[in-house]
């Protein structure tokens, strides 16, 4: 694990995770390896699955989840120190920076099938998204971090842990999942949020993020 990576894991184990109600690997702690400059996790081993993106029953309740996690994560910023700085969008480590981004897709056009107004639009894209209200979101949404267990979805590895508008946390999900399970979880996604929140919001919102 990259050393940011594990001091963001560390951040959500610590700071955030004990403030929500997102169920998670409990955390024992972490000590230093004294070869490397990281630290080792020690955490509760689970025994259970991945989603499968194919199984509705498997992604909906994620969908809620998710929405949960973003509707309660708005209430606790991160403290105020260096420690958070690479936490925070746009230039937290899961989007990387803004400007290398736009420059990469327009030099890619026509690898990534994208139209040449992609480009064009980023900086408008971005202006909302930096503008928008910040939540916690967990980052990297991949089915191997999202685990059935016996008592419900865990979501782990907290690595890529971010401050970020929720439309970022909802559309890193929504491109790995099929077209057909997006509408109905959308409505979930709402669901977890206005439950966690306490906000009434329409569903119209949520579509556009």
Known sequence: MRP?????????????????????????????????????????????????????????????????????????????S??????????SQIEGDPTTIKDTLAANLEELCLDRKVPEAFDQCMGYLCAAPKTWIHGDNDGSNILLHSDGVRLIDWEALSWAPPAVGLGNFCARMPASLIKEGLYAYHRGYCEASGEKMLTDKVHEW
Do not use: M
């Open 4 to 80: 940011q990576g594990q001091t963001a894991e560390i951040y959500a184990y610590d700071h955030i995770l004990p403030l929500l109600s997102i169920r998670t690997p409990h955390f024992y702690g972490s000590f230093p390896d004294y070869e490397y400059p990281t630290r080792w996790l020690i955490l509760e081993r689970l025994n259970g699955r991945p989603v499968r993106r194919d199984r509705q029953d498997d992604i909906i309740p994620v969908f809620h989840i998710l929405g949960s996690l973003h509707g309660q994560g708005k209430a606790h910023p991160p403290l105020c």
């Open 82 to 91: 260096q420690d958070t700085e690479h936490l925070r969008f746009p230039k």
